[in-house]
């Protein structure tokens, strides 16, 4: 405290506090407590973990030994607990109500998968014991590749990339050596539609390919005349994703992949949005040369406040000998290994991370699979695009859908509603988070002005819609009668709006010691 | 289906408000030829039990480190103890379901571990700033090598023999593929200080590890120093996170990007996956950073809040001028390793790392006493390496069948490097007196055969 440049303005500062009612002597608020950063209540000396005294060896570390312990502040583990249960508290969670982030499908995170990745055969199994003592832990491999490809209708698969963007740079990475080997890496030029999410342009980009955008038509789709005026001879590929991030199928698909391979090109599919066709349709049906699964998303493993996810990647023939090392390899008995290094036909583009992948959301997602069956999996991707289409019927006539018709597993809206109200996107965000819910996605996908995406998912409960689409609707009456209260909202958050221009124009990215 | 909430009447309702009469209906857009009319062709639903039967039976085949009669594997995986409070708190609701906190207002628990956690990182490893993680240690090295270019506008990325062989080739896929020329230093123990033979005048930077994929220890001084003059950076890769509770921080040496592997605090083995990369660098490069930064800053209040910052850096917003594609990172393992790091405390991960330090000297000691073997690393942190007067591999494979992990031949990840007799082992604060004698006893045994 007294040693924290930071805290002297804030610290014993209340924090939490319902707008109006006033300063607490201890700054908590009922049940939300107030709560420091660790260097402002731990000490450097103070430890949560017993440790044996250590024997007092003469070190063996070269002269390289620090002078002195890190400056790391230490707790009990009473007062750490009571630290990070505070912090908990201070966010919203799935598991507190619905979490309709557009194209990140916040949907249940089982406890069965959770408890299953802690297996100790899978927890504490290094990755680097040898195969005969793996060979649990490969099988697990082997049957959610299985698993990926019959619900993908794909060739092969790539476990080794660690989320989305990295399962995009794995299948980019394939386009890239492909066309090398067929000695046409003159091919630079990658098109996204300017809906794409920012990893596909970014992904393209830093590999050292030139993105070309290409229109979206009245109907939210791919605007077909604009892409066949952008294809040629240094067409590289495309990057779409589908059902795309209006929410909307491609239903035009399976033209723009023979138009894409016709001159020359690959479609790179961003598999963020599967959940809304699994079991219903197969990218390896629609012409998808690569597409990433997000495990966090379609198959339930956590988000975890931002990770870790994984990003599986499947491929087409034409792409599979290119997947990265290691994968994974099953003789005529049955026993598995990782293939490290190129073998036999295979001209793998190289290694991607170290290891072979994010082996606890393995076991999570098969936990999830299975759980579901095939019945399951359909059934859950018709609830998800029933419930998405649920919310656009109750919401439509008040607020402005961003395309005619039918939507998938989300729902998208513009700003329309709000012209001349001067009440923005943001607002209606904010003040979502005063009535219990955790605000959609907004201001994505950029064609879209003030864009509001809604994604429920399968797994809330209709009763739960109907509360969400009720506060919705009287946020919205709220903004059409011009209320100044909503440019104010949050006023019932642990923090009402941060200012972010400070964050930015004077970063803190660390805590100081004072005088530092 | 235990986790669908809707009933056949809410769905019928449903689809009445919606206007349909049928879910097919919302499929129209779907070419009809690629429409499935039936599940496809995988075993249907099960019970909890069922399914948690199926996958304890695929756990059972395996050999967990702790039911090794013996382990001593490392090579940028350390088996350690993790406090049970550290996996209670990544399980809190509230940090398991929660997603990237991109509103701020009810993302504080996120935000503020995050900042804790850069600010630890930061301190840790010397430098001035953190990124909030990113997948693992071998990516995190490519993107510094990325950046290196961009801060340098340089194209040559020189990369030590000692690097952990993984880190080196995802530098060179990723890196290679950003047109980026790889200078790639044939394997060696003491490999850190060769990489000054070529430095140039269009080397972006050397990327160098230690302790380094052998287990020896170098003091980088002397080489960051020759790359700062020529206008190089020198990058620092580390795998083993506890070894900075004992060894000079390496911003005290003259790193100017610091990255590494934090799976060694707060997270499992998990045979590789999820692992936590770090990522730290000097302030005068912060534009150039990857991954996401919390930030201090005030909420309408005055209160002291945190948000996402600098995100003018990032794909959601720069699209293909962004530093990295990078949009999901490691959040609950960076929690779980925070938070492993807050019950330590300096004192405890500095005695912890003295703990895992005595080991390795047992462990080198037990060693040398069989006759035919050699250490190669007189300085070690927690690994070092021996040459065996045979190939390491085949005598770890026969130490495995009694239940032994050895260690990893050095070929096992270098089958071309002309490494064969090399065995890497690493000792930590779980091995018990006895391993070391039991070791001895199975590796004389299998050399005398």
């Known amino acids: 405290m007294a040693d924290n440049a930071s805290a002297s303005s804030s610290s014993g500062t209340p924090s939490g506090l319902r707008a109006g009612l006033g300063q607490t002597v201890s700054g908590s608020d009922g049940l939300l407590q107030h709560e420091n950063l660790i260097f402002e209540i731990g000490t450097p000396t103070k430890t949560g973990v017993d440790l044996p005294m250590p024997a007092g060896m003469p070190q063996r570390l070269g002269g390289l030994g620090r002078s002195q312990p890190p400056q790391l502040p230490g707790l009990s583990e009473p007062e750490a607990m009571r630290h990070y249960v505070r912090l908990s508290q201070r966010n919203y969670a799935i598991d507190l109500g619905m979490f309709p982030l557009g194209s990140c499908t916040m949907k249940h995170n089982p406890r069965l998968n959770e408890k299953l990745a802690r297996l100790p055969g899978f927890a504490d199994l290094h990755p680097l014991a040898p195969a005969s003592a793996t060979q649990g832990a490969l099988r697990l491999m082997g049957m959610l590749s299985d698993w990926l490809l019959a619900l993908t209708g794909m060739a092969a698969v790539s ?97 723009i992949a023979a138009r894409i391979h016709n001159s020359g090109g690959y479609f790179y599919c961003d598999g963020a949005n599967f959940n809304a066709i699994m079991g219903k349709a197969r990218p390896g049906d629609l012409g998808v040369d690569a597409m990433h699964i997000n495990l966090h998303k379609t198959f339930s493993t956590p988000h975890g406040g931002g990770g870790p996810g994984a990003g599986p990647v499947v491929f087409s023939p034409d792409l599979a000998p290119f997947a990265p090392v290691p994968y994974l390899d099953r003789d005529e008995f049955g026993y598995y290994r990782l293939v490290e290094e190129a073998e036999g036909e295979a001209m793998p583009l190289g290694r991607l991370a170290a290891f072979h992948g994010q082996m606890g959301m393995f076991v999570r997602a098969l936990s999830y699979m299975m759980s579901h069956g095939a019945d399951g999996l359909r059934q859950a991707a018709e609830d998800a695009v029933l419930n998405a289409n649920y919310v656009l019927a109750r919401l439509k006539t008040e607020m402005s859908p961003a395309f005619p018709g039918h939507c998938m ?55 739960d819609l109907d509360r969400f689409c009720d506060a919705l609707l009287a946020i919205a009456a709220r903004a059409k009668a011009g209320d100044p209260a909503l440019k104010a909202a949050p006023f019932r958050a642990p923090a009402r709006r941060l200012d972010e221009t400070r964050a930015a124009r004077e970063p803190r990215l660390r805590w100081r010691p004072q005088g530092s | 289906m235990r986790y669908l909430p809707l009933t056949p009447e809410n769905r019928r309702e449903m689809l009445k408000k919606a206007g349909v009469s049928s879910v097919e209906e919302f499929y129209d857009d779907i070419p009809v030829a690629a429409r499935l009319a039936d599940p496809v062709d995988l075993p249907f639903a099960r019970s909890e039990w069922a399914v948690e039967r199926a996958i304890a039976a695929l756990a059972a085949e395996n050999l967990p480190a702790n039911a090794a009669r013996a382990f001593f594997l490392g090579g940028g995986a350390y088996r350690h103890h993790v406090p049970a409070s550290v996996d209670h708190i990544i399980q809190r609701s509230e940090f398991l379901t929660s997603y990237t906190p991109y509103q701020p207002e009810i993302a504080q628990g996120t935000l503020q571990s995050l900042f804790e956690f850069q ?108 790359a700062h003059a020529q206008g190089a950076l020198l990058v620092f890769v580390f795998t083993e996170l506890i070894s900075l509770g004992l060894l000079k921080p390496p911003g005290e040496m003259g790193a100017d990007i610091v990255v590494g592997e934090g799976q060694s605090l707060g997270n499992g083995l998990n045979f ?167 070791l001895a006893a199975a590796l004389s045994a299998a050399l005398v055969d």
Do not use: W
């Open chain 1, 159 to 255: 476990l080794v990339p660690k989320a989305g963007a990295h399962g995009e740079l794995c299948g980019m990475l394939a386009i890239k050596a492909a066309l090398a080997a067929r000695g046409e890496s003159h091919r630079k030029k990658v098109l996204t539609p300017g809906s794409a999410h920012g990893t596909n342009p970014a992904t393209a980009a830093q590999i050292g390919f030139s993105v070309v955008e290409i229109g979206t038509g009245a109907d939210g789709r791919v605007d077909l005349a604009d892409l066949g005026s952008k294809l040629g001879p240094d067409i590289a590929g495309i990057m779409l994703t589908n059902p795309n991030t209006a929410g909307l199928f491609e239903r035009d698909v399976i033209e």
């Open chain 1, 409 to 463: 597993h989300e729902a998208l809206f513009s700003d329309a509603f709000l012209k001349d109200t001067g009440i923005e996107t943001l607002d209606i965000a904010k003040a979502l988070i005063d009535e219990g819910f955790h605000p959609m996605t907004v201001y994505f996908p950029l064609n879209v002005h003030g864009a509001m995406l809604i994604e429920p998912t399968e797994t809330e409960s209709k009763a």
């Open chain 2, 119 to 226: 600010s630890q990182i930061a301190i840790l490893t010397g430098m001035e700033v953190a990124n909030s993680s990113m997948y693992d240690g071998a990516s995190a090295s490519a993107e510094a090598a990325l950046m290196a270019a961009r801060v340098t506008k340089r194209r040559k990325i020189i990369l030590s023999g000692g690097l952990h062989p993984h880190y080196a080739e995802t530098i060179a896929t990723v890196a290679g593929a950003a047109s980026l020329v790889i200078e790639r230093l044939p394997a060696a123990i003491n490999a850190e200080a060769a990489t000054l033979g070529a430095l140039d005048d269009d080397t972006a930077c050397i990327v160098v590890q230690s302790p380094n994929f052998f287990g020896a220890l170098t003091d980088i001084s002397a080489i960051a120093d020759a």
């Open chain 2, 272 to 438: 590789g996956g999820p692992y936590v990369g770090l990522f730290a660098a000097r302030e005068k490069f912060l534009r150039q950073m990857p991954g996401r930064l919390a930030g201090e800053t005030v909420d309408l209040e005055g209160r002291r809040g945190f948000v996402l910052t600098l995100s003018a850096r990032e794909q959601h917003i720069r699209r293909e001028r962004a530093t990295s594609n990078i949009c999901t990172n490691s959040g609950l393992c960076a929690l779980a390793l925070t938070a492993h790091l807050t019950l330590l405390g300096g004192a405890g991960l500095h005695a912890l790392a003295r703990l895992n330090h005595e080991a390795a000297i047992l462990l080198a000691d037990a060693l040398v006493q069989i006759p035919g073997i050699t250490l190669e690393t007189p300085n070690f942190f927690n690994e070092l390496t021996v040459r065996l007067p045979r190939p390491a591999a085949p005598v770890v494979d026969r130490l495995a069948r009694e239940g032994i992990l050895a260690g990893l031949p050095a070929s096992r990840l270098m089958p071309d490097a002309g490494l064969d007799d090399l065995l890497i082992l690493a000792a930590t604060e779980l091995n018990q007196p006895d391993d070391y004698p039991r």
